[in-house]
């Protein structure tokens, strides 16, 4: 491995990534957000030893109007961590998400060192290109969002850039899309070849969009800093990695502890006394704003319920989603199953004439076709061998 240079501790280059962040989103509080970035992530105690911070798209949630509370608050957050990674000598990389989203916001990020004169190496990338950083003697490639329609367009001309800088690999890879590993087979959305881009990058690749935290060898995918939605129960929060001389990396998942909670609760055939039950068991020890969602049937207690367990249990957030379960078919195989087979006789070659004998008598009466039926049989079994 070739020595990154200007590291903190000399043959230790580290860095932390997230995306995903979502400032400005209408169900989970901006000021939450901040407040969860700056106790576990952005704060002197994790950046003091942190050569580079990135930040891996969607940092913004929407289009913002500038006089809003929100911006303040996200506003200030930048301006604090700039001067923060300028003090602790942290160099940060942005790359561009999701346009619905970023909307090229994180503009705000180099407008501010330029306005205010604050000395931090920063770089925000809103095109697919290719860094030399000197500082640390390395190559980034970014790859935003959507740069083209079709990823095998974006993966050719990424293939040409390398060529440009004459390069076969570049050292790290900070991008925001997907890798055909990410998404269901179902979701009809482009996807990046990871074991192709895994051949162009040397080191790690950084990558945001999919909310779900993953990682693939070298490919790290902290999914979004906090929950957003329902769907999102799993752990939120960012990479801590360091990579050493000998080409050895420790890589951590470190949890954003403090993430707002979403939680999804089954109510289908519960009666109201069952209901409130399961609700005041699932909100003891909430923190105030948390999230429920309710899953029912239209015809269920829950639904002409909700406005009393709103009125009860104020501090939470209340959802109700009424949808009809769909009774599931049993198979030919699961329905035999469900039949108590020790009522039958079982059917042997000493009890087969018996049983038949019995069913004759219900279809005629006749004793001579009943005796010529018999007869048929045991030439039948006759030339059966058991």
């Known amino acids: 491995m070739k020595m990154i240079k200007n590291t903190k501790k000399k043959g230790v280059f580290r860095w932390v990534s997230l995306g995903d962040i979502h400032l400005g989103h209408p169900n989970t509080p901006t000021s939450l957000i901040i407040q969860n970035l700056n106790k576990y992530c952005t704060n002197d105690e994790v950046l003091k030893d942190v050569d580079l911070l990135i930040l891996t798209g969607d940092v913004f949630d929407r289009?913002?109007?500038?006089?809003?509370?929100?911006?303040?608050?996200?506003?200030?957050?930048?301006?604090?961590?700039?001067?923060?990674c300028a003090y602790l000598n942290v160099a940060i990389r942005i790359v561009e998400g999701t346009p619905s989203h970023?909307?090229?916001?994180?503009?705000?990020?180099?407008?501010?060192?330029r306005n205010v004169g604050i000395d931090v190496d920063i770089h925000y990338a809103t095109t697919l290109s290719i860094e030399h950083m000197e500082r640390f003697g390395i190559t980034i490639l970014y790859v935003p969002d959507k740069w083209r329609n079709d990823n095998a367009e974006t993966l050719q001309e990424v293939r040409a850039l390398l060529k440009?800088?004459?390069?076969?690999?570049?050292?790290?890879?900070?991008?925001?899309?997907?890798?055909?590993?990410?998404?269901?087979?179902?979701?009809?959305?482009?996807?990046?070849?990871?074991?192709?881009?895994?051949s162009l990058v040397k080191y790690f690749i950084m990558i945001g969009h999919v909310h779900l935290m993953t990682r693939k060898d070298r490919i790290l995918a902290a999914g979004s800093y906090?929950?957003?939605?329902?769907?999102?129960?799993?752990?939120?929060?960012?990479?801590?990695?360091?990579?050493?001389?000998?080409?050895?990396?420790?890589?951590?998942f470190v949890e954003n502890k403090g993430a707002k909670k979403y939680i999804?609760?089954?109510?289908?055939?519960?009666d109201t006394?069952?209901?409130n039950v399961l609700l005041r068991t699932t909100v003891k020890g909430l923190p105030k704003g948390s999230a429920i969602r309710i899953k029912c049937s239209p015809h269920d207690a829950a639904t002409g319920d909700?406005?009393?367990?709103?009125?009860?249990?104020?501090?939470?957030?209340?959802?109700?989603?009424?949808?009809?379960?769909?009774?599931e078919r049993k198979s030919v195989l699961d329905t035999f199953m469900d039949v108590d087979l020790?009522?039958?006789?079982p059917i042997t070659p000493d009890s087969i004439g018996r049983l038949v004998e019995d069913e004759l008598a219900k279809q005629t009466d006749d004793p001579l076709i009943q005796a010529r039926s018999l007869k048929k049989l045991e030439e039948l079994l006759g030339d059966v061998t058991y």
């Not at 999804?264 to 519960?270: E, G, I, L, R, S």
């Open 63 to 84: 289009l913002l109007q500038n006089a809003s509370d929100e911006v303040r608050q996200i506003e200030r957050w930048i301006t604090l961590l700039l001067f923060r």
């Open 102 to 113: 970023d909307r090229e916001q994180s503009a705000f990020f180099v407008d501010q060192v």
């Open 164 to 198: 440009e800088h004459q390069l076969e690999q570049v050292d790290f890879a900070i991008m925001h899309g997907a890798f055909e590993y990410q998404l269901p087979p179902v979701v009809k959305e482009p996807q990046h070849d990871s074991d192709i881009y895994l």
């Open 226 to 252: 906090d929950r957003i939605c329902h769907g999102e129960e799993g752990a939120k929060g960012y990479y801590d990695v360091s990579l050493k001389a000998n080409g050895d990396a420790d890589v951590r």
């Open 264 to 270: 999804t609760v089954h109510a289908h055939d519960m």
């Open 273 to 275: 006394k069952s209901l």
């Open 306 to 327: 909700i406005t009393t367990i709103t009125e009860t249990f104020p501090d939470i957030i209340w959802t109700l989603d009424k949808e009809a379960v769909k009774k």
């Open 342 to 345: 020790s009522a039958f006789e």
